[in-house]
């Protein structure tokens, strides 16, 4: 059974329904329970602090540097960290081992110098492990952006949206030009290790006239072996105008369900338990309502 996600999601008109008074009574105390006992089902963990900072010269020389930070109170194994930038992908050194509390900082020169005035998409993509043995390595995403001697934001507005299927899902991406001119642009489309889309060879140019929008479907699948989970998706467009460089980034999340056989054990446990609480605690009600 699939289903679709838009990030801007128009809300539909709510009305006032009135409650019964005993189900107002108990209402609370069962939202705060709900609360209290799921969120933890799906807090995200990540004792992997990342920062970036940029400087460029006069002459357009840029230069990176990354701060990673371990917040947990376990050392973190197997860092590997590279830069996304300027349509390619450079690969850093990767750190053995981070101590709990301990900090390390990498500086990249390889960005190309840039020439035109404005913005410039980076993205530092960091995997690791949570200790040397364990099974899975975590991938985290960062966007960072700067810009040469004064910022342009790009005018194109997006949207991301997913259909989702037990085996493979759909990246919806709809682009539109409000401005007065045709738009060259340049997408480049950054996903997890984890996945991989079908007809997007990461970067994909497209002409959208004054006015007009561009809509298109990338097919995602789960590399073998992965877990099912819900991934970041980074969509960064870039184009230029004689001396002057936009850029912009639509960010959304596709998300792979449980397949054949996979159950979600504790929050089912979770819900069941809720369900039967819920059913006593206003059957007892009703029955004080009935017989006072």
Known sequence: MGGSLWYNLKMASLMRIKMPPAFSAVCPGIVATLLL?????????????ISTQSQVTREGKVSLTLTLRNTGPVALSQIHPMFHFHHTMDSMETISRLDPGQSVTLENKNHPPV??????????????????????TITRIHTHSFYYQSPMVSLIEGRIGTSVNEKSSMIRVLLKNPSPSFKDIRMTLLLPPELKAKGF????????PSGEQKYFEVPVQK????RNGVFPIHLLIEYGEVVRHYSGEIQGQIYFGPGKGEIFQPQLL?????????????????????NP
């Open 223 to 226: 590399v073998a072996g992965t």
């Open 201 to 208: 060879e990461r970067i994909k140019g497209v002409t959208i």
């Open 270 to 290: 979770v819900f069941l338990f809720l369900a039967v609480m819920m059913f006593q605690v206003l059957q007892k009600r009703f029955k004080w309502l009935r």
């Open 37 to 49: 006992t799921v969120s933890p089902l799906f807090a995200h963990d990540d004792p992997l602090e």
């Open 115 to 136: 020439k035109r005035v404005g913005s410039y998409p980076v993205l530092a993509m960091v995997r690791y492990q949570k200790s040397p043995d364990a099974p899975d």
